[in-house]
């Protein structure tokens, strides 16, 4: 099957887990339930449940008892996203392309749908530990829920805000991108071989030079990008003085990083993956680094 197709057969299969996954907020109050839905079904390209469903299918345990925990991951990124939009935070007015939660719904409602959705994530886990409770399972959700917390991505968001604390080293920046951005990703990877009976060593290095490539092309984004192609406002972390990947390495300094890590990525690939599903993995490292989808 060609890249294109592999992808989007995950990502439809994820679309479903979360449109069944959205069926909770059926009977909650109106407008927080639309704020959930509206950020849930906002687009987005789903990398984290499809890196789930794709390294649980190289595995052999693609299985739709899975499924929600694919749900689970875009839950937890979409709160992340709607909370890191907030005035408070980053203060951006598109997300995906469209008004971000707190422009659309006020930033009460972004609030508490965003904790709406990271509750709703764990429900998702805990549905799936009462129905399944193998260890692979047990071990995953544990896995996801330390990643997404103060240990994790909120950690990361935390030295990302700690402006007294923050430098334009190298050491403060990797430190806060391999917890805000890569925690997550690395999770998606390392969950789904956790079920599939994979150590943690064997996928967690994957995982991390995966989310920091990913983060990296991000601040080069923001600095080189098209607004109109990336869905949000950019240009944003220059103008206000932000520690990222480009005042760190400059433009063309970064540039090189990434290509380092997307090399370190598909060796990475050749250690973890057998020799039919390879390619896929590759190509996907190749697409993100240029972002191109
Ligand atoms: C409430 C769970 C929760 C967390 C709050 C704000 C925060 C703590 C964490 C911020 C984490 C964050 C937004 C990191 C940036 C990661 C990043 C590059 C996001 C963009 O991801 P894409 O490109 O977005 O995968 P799409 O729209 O394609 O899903």
């Given at each position: 099957?060609?890249?294109?197709?592999?992808?989007?057969?995950?990502?439809?299969?994820?679309?479903?887990?979360?449109?069944?996954?959205?069926?909770?907020?059926?009977?909650?109050?109106?407008?927080?339930?639309?704020?959930?839905?509206?950020?849930?079904?906002?687009?987005?390209?789903?990398?984290r449940?499809?890196l789930f469903?794709?390294?649980?299918?190289?595995?052999?345990?693609?299985?739709?008892?899975?499924?929600?925990?694919?749900?689970?991951l875009?839950?937890?990124?979409?709160?992340?996203?709607?909370?890191?939009?907030?005035?408070?935070?980053?203060?951006?007015?598109?997300?995906?392309?469209?008004?971000?939660?707190?422009?659309?719904?006020?930033?009460?409602?972004?609030?508490?749908?965003?904790?709406?959705?990271?509750?709703?994530?764990?429900?998702?886990?805990?549905?799936?530990?009462?129905?399944?409770?193998?260890?692979?399972?047990?071990?995953?959700?544990?896995?996801?829920?330390?990643?997404?917390?103060?240990?994790?991505?909120?950690?990361?968001?935390?030295?990302?805000?700690?402006?007294?604390?923050?430098?334009?080293?190298?050491?403060?920046?990797?430190?806060?991108?391999?917890?805000?951005?890569?925690?997550?990703?690395?999770a998606a990877i390392?969950?789904?071989?956790?079920?599939?009976?994979?150590?943690?060593?064997?996928?967690?290095?994957?995982?991390?030079?995966?989310?920091?490539?990913?983060?990296?092309?991000?601040?080069?984004?923001?600095?080189?990008?098209?607004?109109?192609?990336?869905?949000?406002?950019?240009?944003?972390?220059?103008?206000?003085?932000?520690?990222?990947?480009?005042?760190?390495?400059?433009?063309?300094?970064?540039?090189?990083?990434?290509?380092?890590?997307?090399?370190?990525?598909?060796?990475?690939?050749?250690?973890?993956?057998?020799?039919?599903?390879?390619?896929?993995?590759?190509?996907?490292?190749?697409?993100?680094?240029?972002?191109?989808?």
């Open positions: 099957m060609d890249f294109d197709k592999r992808y989007d057969h995950y990502r439809a299969i994820a679309e479903n887990s979360i449109l069944t996954a959205c069926g909770r907020f059926s009977h909650v109050e109106e407008t927080l339930a639309k704020a959930c839905i509206y950020s849930l079904t906002a687009g987005g390209k789903r990398l449940p499809v469903l794709s390294v649980l299918d190289a595995f052999g345990c693609l299985d739709e008892k899975y499924y929600p925990l694919a749900a689970a875009e839950f937890i990124h979409t709160s992340s996203l709607v909370h890191d939009d907030l005035p408070a935070l980053d203060n951006d007015d598109m997300r995906r392309g469209m008004p971000s939660a707190h422009k659309k719904f006020g930033e009460a409602f972004a609030v508490i749908s965003g904790d709406a959705l990271l509750n709703a994530a764990y429900e998702l886990c805990f549905n799936l530990l009462c129905d399944d409770g193998s260890v692979g399972v047990r071990r995953a959700c544990r896995y996801i829920s330390v990643a997404a917390g103060a240990g994790g991505m909120l950690g990361g968001q935390g030295y990302d805000l700690d402006e007294e604390k923050k430098t334009d080293s190298e050491e403060y920046l990797l430190k806060t991108d391999l917890l805000k951005t890569s925690a997550l990703i690395r390392v969950s789904a071989g956790l079920i599939a009976d994979k150590s943690i060593d064997e996928t967690e290095v994957f995982g991390d030079k995966l989310g920091l490539m990913f983060q990296f092309v991000d601040d080069l984004l923001d600095a080189t990008g098209d607004s109109f192609v990336v869905g949000k406002t950019l240009g944003k972390d220059s103008e206000e003085g932000k520690i990222t990947a480009v005042s760190v390495y400059g433009i063309d300094g970064l540039s090189e990083k990434i290509t380092v890590l997307k090399n370190e990525c598909l060796e990475y690939i050749d250690a973890v993956f057998d020799i039919d599903n390879r390619p896929f993995f590759k190509e996907l490292v190749e697409r993100l680094a240029r972002r191109s989808f």
